[in-house]
């Protein structure tokens, strides 16, 4: 699970934790990937273990940071693993996740870069900073191959007939001969806000299924688990 914080260096505000599907295919099997989808919040952690979350792993690191003169300013990523003993701590990224990013913004009630002035400024504790009710849920469409060898320019349609509540964001993505083509091994990230989760899956997987190209494909069990 990731929790990502952003933070001056002294005062932080957790966004919704999520939860990536790092391997290719169905039923987590395959290679790893960069992440075939996420979604938001990820039930794993409720507030009793957000506390635990913070009170032990992510308020100590931000101290040591600032103590050994190193005050972190910007978005603290926290990969754990939730065990039997409470959260562990997989690895520290000090930038957003992928594609963790594309559920956790579309959940942020305040603009984020009010947030970002704010922790310039030197205004952030002061600062109200609110998360939206509901669910986010992030479909990627990989380019056949993936990640291993893997084609590039092909033409994408349907990016046109997306419905509504549905956001597509661009990774792999290029203009060639007047078209929006692939250009990458994770093309597209599909994401769904609604009031659950189930919903936001729902929304996603439509807006999936309106968009084309050659050897696309995409996994159809992201978040099932959690439902």
Same mark, same amino acid.
């Given at each position: 699970?990731?929790?990502l914080?952003?933070?001056?260096?002294n005062?932080?505000?957790?966004?919704?934790?999520?939860q990536?599907?790092k391997?290719?295919? @169905?039923?987590?099997?395959?290679? #790893?990937?960069?992440?075939?989808? *996420?979604?938001a919040?990820a039930?794993?952690?409720?507030?009793?273990?957000?506390?635990?979350?913070?009170?032990?792993i992510?308020?100590?690191? !931000?101290?040591?940071l600032?103590?050994?003169?190193?005050?972190f300013?910007?978005?603290?990523?926290?990969? !754990?693993?939730?065990?039997?003993d409470?959260?562990?701590?997989?690895?520290?990224?000090?930038?957003?996740?992928?594609p963790? *990013?594309?559920?956790?913004l579309?959940?942020?009630?305040t603009?984020f870069?009010?947030?970002a #002035?704010?922790?310039?400024?030197?205004?952030?504790?002061?600062?109200?900073? @609110?998360?939206?009710?509901?669910? *986010?849920?992030? =479909?990627?469409?990989?380019?056949?191959?993936?990640?291993?060898?893997y084609?590039?320019e092909?033409?994408?349609t349907?990016?046109k007939d997306?419905?509504?509540?549905?956001?597509?964001?661009? *990774?792999?993505?290029?203009?060639?001969?007047?078209?929006?083509?692939? #250009?990458?091994?994770?093309v !597209?990230?599909?994401?769904?806000?609604?009031? #659950? !989760?189930?919903?936001?899956?729902?929304?996603?997987?439509?807006? =999936?299924?309106?968009?084309?190209?050659?050897?696309?494909?995409?996994?159809r069990?992201?978040?099932?688990?959690a439902?």
């Amino acid at each position: 699970v990731s929790v990502l914080a952003l933070t001056d260096g002294n005062y932080y505000f957790c966004l919704s934790p999520s939860q990536d599907h790092k391997r290719r295919d @169905e039923g987590d099997k395959g290679p #790893n990937t960069g992440g075939m989808g *996420a979604y938001a919040p990820a039930p794993l952690i409720d507030p009793d273990l957000q506390v635990r979350i913070e009170e032990e792993i992510l308020v100590p690191t !931000l101290d040591g940071l600032r103590e050994e003169g190193h005050p972190f300013v910007g978005c603290l990523y926290l990969g !754990l693993m939730i065990t039997s003993d409470g959260p562990k701590v997989l690895e520290y990224n000090v930038r957003f996740g992928d594609p963790e *990013a594309q559920v956790v913004l579309p959940l942020l009630k305040t603009d984020f870069v009010d947030i970002a #002035n704010a922790i310039l400024d030197g205004t952030f504790k002061e600062m109200k900073t @609110e998360l939206h009710d509901g669910s *986010a849920a992030c =479909v990627v469409i990989a380019s056949g191959g993936y990640p291993r060898r893997y084609e590039k320019e092909k033409p994408i349609t349907g990016l046109k007939d997306i419905p509504e509540g549905v956001t597509v964001f661009h *990774a792999g993505t290029k203009w060639h001969h007047g078209d929006i083509a692939s #250009n990458g091994g994770r093309v !597209l990230g599909v994401t769904g806000v609604a009031d #659950n !989760l189930k919903s936001a899956l729902d929304l996603a997987y439509q807006g =999936v299924d309106k968009i084309h190209f050659d050897k696309a494909f995409f996994r159809r069990d992201i978040g099932k688990r959690a439902l």
